[in-house]
Structures are given as structure tokens and as C-alpha cells.
């Protein structure tokens, strides 16, 4: 079998950017593209990029802002999670400062607490940001799921 024979998921990274003038709030985007709602910033990685520098990358195309990667949060895989296609999201917890701005497939960008969202989030969104408000209340990290 040929490269071109395999169907294999596309990376991806989401970002759960904290500011530090706004103390238990997120960074979201409401995307301009399908499927449209709100999201955390994130998006493709580039052939030949590192996950980490994608991340970066993306923060900045969709925000503005210059984000810190603190740490590595969590991977999500579920073959379902974005309608597109199967994506791999590798998520980073990540600072910042500044007033993000909306740019690149995001129409415009929000700061708020997850639970003043003005509409539904997108892919499998919810579930990371309900994994990231545990992990910050317990410091446990979601468990591997199947």
C-alpha cells in the first residue's frame, strides 16, 4: 500500500488562553467558517511545523495576542469531534495579555467566563473546557478516553 492509500486523522491544537488581568475567564472565538458558534482558538497544524509553534501560531491568527504555552494540557481524539473530518487536537493551557481582537477565521474574539457564553460551543469544545475547569478545581487531568 501506497501513502496515498491510508485516510489518517489531521493534527490539530486548541489553546485555552488565560489573561492575566482577568482571573477565571477564557479567550473564545465565534468562527466566521463552518461549522459556525463559538470555539477556542486553535486550528490546523502545518506539514513540516511543530505542534507547539501551531499553537502559537494560531493564537496569534485568531486573537492577536502573543500567548505563553504554560503547559500541555490534554489530546483528544474522538473520531466524531469535529463534522469535517477526524482531527487529533493536542491542547495547551496558555497565558497572555492584551485585548484579543478577532482575525483569521474568527469573526470576533470573547472574554468571559465559560459559563457566560453566549451560544453553544463547537467540535468538542464543551468537553475541553468542562476537563479544564476540573483540572483547575482538582488539579486531576482527565483520564485517556476511548
Sequence with gaps: MSGKDYKNPIPTCDI???????PGTLVFIERKNEPHGFALPGGFVDEGEWVAD???R???EETGLDVT????????SDPSR?????????????TAAGT??????????????PSELPGPLVFDHATIVQ????????GSRPPPRR
Design 58 to 60: 494560531e493564537a496569534k
Design 54 to 56: 501551531a499553537a502559537v
Design 82 to 94: 469535529d463534522p469535517r473530518k477526524h482531527t487529533v487536537s493536542t491542547v495547551f493551557i496558555a
Design 69 to 76: 504555552l504554560a503547559e500541555l494540557f490534554h489530546v483528544y
Design 16 to 22: 485555552l488562553i488565560e489573561l492575566a488581568d482577568q
Design 100 to 113: 484579543p481582537v478577532g482575525g483569521d477565521d474568527a469573526a470576533r474574539c470573547i472574554v468571559c467566563a
Design 131 to 138: 476537563d479544564y475547569l476540573e483540572y483547575r478545581r482538582s
